[in-house]
């Protein structure tokens, strides 16, 4: 996963966290929820790389 890419999913999950924590403060389920989805979208995302990064990493070694 190059480095813009871990970028942008950190920059969306703490977007995410931010309008949740909005949602929260102002009493507004949706914003809330919206963050919530935004976030956890963000770190599937971050999962999905890292296990792509892990795969690389493993074949790169059997490779060696």
């Known amino acids: ?3 813009s ?12 966290q931010a309008k ?3 949602g929260a ?3 507004n389920d949706q914003l ?3 963050g919530a989805q ?5 770190r599937t995302k971050q999962a999905g790389e890292h296990a792509k990064d892990t795969g690389r ?3 790169d070694a059997f490779n060696s």
Request: glycine share 10%; no cysteine.
């Open 57 to 59: 990493n493993m074949k």
């Open 32 to 34: 809330r929820a919206e």
């Open 20 to 22: 949740e924590r909005y």
């Open 5 to 16: 890419e871990k970028a942008r999913n950190k920059a969306e999950e703490i977007k995410g």
């Open 38 to 42: 935004e976030a956890g979208r963000a």
């Open 25 to 27: 403060a102002t009493d």
């Open 1 to 3: 996963m190059g480095m």
